[in-house]
């Protein structure tokens, strides 16, 4: 799958897209409600990966399913970061995608930055407390207007929308689950729309954890991908 789906820039692959694409909220949002472009991603994107589910359901535990980058990487490489893993269920598909934290980055080293905080607490959080911190924005970068008037551009706590679950090992990986097939009847419609023309879609992942305090301000994405007419 690696080779069928690889990192490029034409039709049916992966890239990593410039996060300042995105808009966060500003060091003073609580006060006047400014966004700006956000700064670099905090994690790196190491893969995408896009696969059909089959008759026995979706791949469950993606961060150590055997058939899965995450484990693969793991057992391939000497590379030992710790690891972001979200597997996106949106039948008849499945979206996994992986990245690494950079443990000397500049933010991470810095327990005062807004990123340190913001992150520090999300892995403190339960589960239903992350439920209501994780912010994903999809952008429809290219493709037809249906499906731009169906998915806008806005960052959304997908966590209340559809079911998500989550998975800490410390030192290892955070993994987060979405099952789109749980959501509402708008994101249902937006779901199928997209499926129905996933070959002629330039399609933006962001995603984020919100800041809700001075203290976690600004904002900054995690990481960006796009996914070009798969």
Not at 3 to 32: E, I, M
Request: glycine letters at 6%.
């Amino acid at each position: 799958r690696m080779q069928a789906f690889p990192r490029g820039t034409g039709d049916h692959t992966w890239s990593v897209w410039d996060t300042s694409h995105c808009k966060v909220r500003s060091k003073n949002y609580l006060k006047d409600r400014k966004k700006e472009p956000s700064g670099p991603a905090m994690f790196e994107l190491l893969h995408c990966d896009f696969l059909l589910i089959g008759e026995d359901g979706p791949a469950t535990r993606p961060a150590e399913h055997p058939g899965l980058f995450p484990a693969h990487h793991r057992s391939t490489t000497a590379d030992r970061r710790f690891l972001l893993v979200q597997s996106w269920i949106f039948p008849p598909y499945q979206a996994v995608m992986t990245a690494a934290i950079d443990p000397s980055a500049a933010w991470l080293s810095d327990p005062s930055s807004s990123q340190s905080k913001v992150w520090k607490a999300f892995l403190d959080a339960d589960n239903e407390r992350r439920r209501r911190l994780f912010k994903v924005a999809v952008v429809v970068e290219q493709g037809p207007w249906l499906v731009r008037r169906t998915l806008p551009a806005i960052p959304v706590l997908i966590g209340t929308k559809v079911k998500m679950e989550s998975r800490h090992e410390p030192g290892e990986y955070l993994e987060l689950v979405f099952d789109t097939s749980s959501g509402g009847n708008m994101e249902r419609l937006g779901v199928s729309t997209c499926c129905k023309a996933l070959s002629r879609l330039q399609l933006v992942f962001n995603c984020m954890i919100e800041g809700q305090s001075e203290d976690q301000l600004p904002e900054n994405v995690l990481f960006s991908a796009s996914m070009l007419n798969l």
